[in-house]
């Protein structure tokens, strides 16, 4: 138990705190003799989990010292963080929590941060600038203005529109900040940098990069031709669980490792990347922390599929049907036996049998080692967490599998369709006890007028083309089995619909 009075994180700081009573690791590295090599777009909790975590360790462990990162925050939302981060050197604190106990770390590896909406001319500057190599992001899917039915670049976007359309001194959107860098290094003579993803989406770097390409063909065709031939867009699959930071947490930070962290980050002890050797212009080592770099882009969407389908397709298949039945954590509904029944079985029975091999893994185990991890109980991952923007979550981790099981003609996909019934009603707003909540979605006002417009009816839902292609609308056993779990749902409610879906 650390002393009553938490130490104040910052540089100055540091010392105090590896010299505590509770032991903390903190970063053995100058942070004042680096040089900020990559930029990241959406400093939120995964990013200090993930990459940033995997840096401190080059910095710290091997002497790297050309790849310190400079946050960015394009969002209104982001000025917290830069609030949080800014008066703390940008240093911060990863709890790592199991059921063996729990371990506190401070990350270095962030050395400053910038907040678009204070000087968007900063921000591109930055990319722009020849010490940066890598512009990583996580922006969620929401944030790549892609279309899933077409593929496309979402060019009526009212934001995209405004890009294209302006002098790019204050863009929208985030291809209006690579654009405008890049631009910037093209007349330069420099080379562009690389555009790493880091979200969870299937080909991440194809789809960063088609999204891209057409934006910047719609601005200038030879600044596209140059970014098509001589840019980089690794493909990647990132994994680590991390629930959002509580009030709880910084007080039990203070209290058991006596550090005051305006926003440390929660995480489990697993993680994992798996990315192309795809860069521009030089990266890391990241296999000395790690990291499994493959040499091409097959190798990663093998690991993406056998994640997204399994892990995120978990996740997103429990979590409207557990906030409708009242569940908070996700431990609380692995420890109820017709959820933890109705997850193996999807698992299982629906999605396993699509998934590619992968020489040396064992699904199998990995499906063991998904339910150990959703059952971490330290964690306290919120189920309200797994709800946040269904509109990109379904078309990536359910949608694909259940649209397979239909080119099969197998339609083994009773349980995907529960999920795909389950967030239909949860968009209607309103739940079991008809108590209205807040929806967290992009498409959150379209989507809820259209829930309530088609009641316990999958239409008119179904027919927005974005999200929904014309395989799943015109498959009848896909739209009779959506059309009984929704009528379940809202006559007998979540968990009495669910037990009809476990075996």
């Known amino acids: 138990m650390a002393s009553s009075s938490p130490i104040k994180l910052n540089n100055q700081n540091l010392a105090l705190v590896s010299q505590g009573a509770a032991q903390v690791q903190t970063p053995s590295f100058d942070r004042n003799d680096v040089k900020e090599g990559i930029v990241h777009i959406g400093v939120g909790g995964f990013h200090r989990a993930h990459l940033a975590v995997y840096i401190d360790g080059l910095m710290g462990q091997f002497g790297v010292r050309d790849w310190a990162i400079c946050g960015v925050g394009l969002q209104p939302f982001d000025a917290a963080m830069k609030d949080a981060l800014v008066p703390q050197d940008c240093l911060y604190t990863v709890l790592e929590r199991a059921a063996t106990g729990s371990k506190a770390r401070v990350i270095g590896s962030i050395t400053s941060f910038l907040y678009a909406l204070d000087d968007p001319e900063a921000v591109i500057a930055k990319m722009a600038?020849?010490?940066?190599?890598?512009?990583?992001?996580?922006?969620?899917?929401?944030?790549?203005?892609?279309?899933?039915n077409t593929h496309q670049l979402q060019v009526e976007d009212p934001d995209i529109v405004a890009d294209l359309e302006s002098d790019l001194k204050a863009p929208?959107?985030?291809?209006?900040?690579?654009?405008?860098?890049?631009?910037?290094?093209h007349a330069a003579g420099l080379k562009p940098f690389t555009v790493l993803s880091c979200d969870n989406m299937q080909k991440n770097g194809t789809i960063s990069r088609n999204m891209l390409l057409t934006f910047a063909r719609r601005r200038d065709a030879e600044i596209a031709a140059w970014i098509e031939k001589e840019g980089g867009f690794p493909n990647s699959m990132v994994d680590r669980i991390t629930p959002r930071t509580t009030d709880t947490d910084k007080t039990g930070l203070a209290e058991s490792f006596g550090i005051q962290d305006n926003w440390p980050v929660v995480t489990e002890?697993?993680?994992?990347?798996?990315?192309?050797?795809?860069?521009?212009?030089?990266?890391?080592?990241?296999?000395?922390?790690?990291?499994?770099?493959?040499?091409?882009?097959?190798?990663?969407?093998?690991?993406?599929?056998?994640?997204?389908?399994?892990?995120?397709?978990?996740?997103?298949?429990?979590s409207y049907a557990a906030f409708l039945g009242g569940f908070t954590y996700v431990h609380e509904v692995m420890e109820n036996p017709l959820f933890y029944k109705f997850i193996c079985n999807m698992m299982h029975q629906e999605v396993k049998p699509l998934l590619p091999a992968i020489p040396g893994v064992d699904i199998d185990k990995y499906c063991d080692t998904l339910l150990e991890r959703f059952a971490n109980p330290t964690i306290m991952d919120q189920i309200t967490r797994l709800t946040l923007n269904g509109s990109g979550?379904?078309?990536?981790?359910?949608m694909p599998s259940v649209a397979e099981q239909i080119m099969a003609g197998t339609h083994n996909f009773r349980r995907l369709t529960f999920c795909t019934a389950s967030w239909f009603r949860y968009l209607n707003g309103v739940d079991e006890n008809g108590k209205e909540y807040f929806i967290d979605d992009p498409m959150a006002e379209e989507l809820k007028a259209l829930a309530v417009k088609g009641g316990d009816k999958p239409y008119p839902l179904l027919d927005v083309k974005m999200l929904f292609g014309d395989d799943l609308r015109g498959d009848k056993t896909f739209v009779d089995e959506l059309t009984s779990a929704m009528a379940n749902l809202y006559k007998d409610g979540a968990m009495a619909t669910l037990a009809k879906y476990v075996d």
């Open 172 to 185: 929208q959107t985030t291809y209006g900040y690579l654009y405008a860098a890049l631009a910037r290094r």
């Open 129 to 148: 600038h020849p010490d940066t190599r890598i512009v990583s992001m996580t922006i969620t899917e929401s944030g790549y203005h892609y279309n899933e």
């Open 393 to 398: 979550k379904l078309p990536q981790f359910i």
């Open 269 to 318: 002890p697993f993680m994992q990347w798996v990315v192309e050797d795809a860069f521009a212009d030089g990266r890391p080592p990241f296999e000395k922390v790690g990291v499994q770099v493959v040499s091409n882009v097959s190798q990663v969407e093998k690991y993406e599929c056998h994640k997204l389908r399994l892990l995120n397709a978990s996740h997103t298949a429990m």
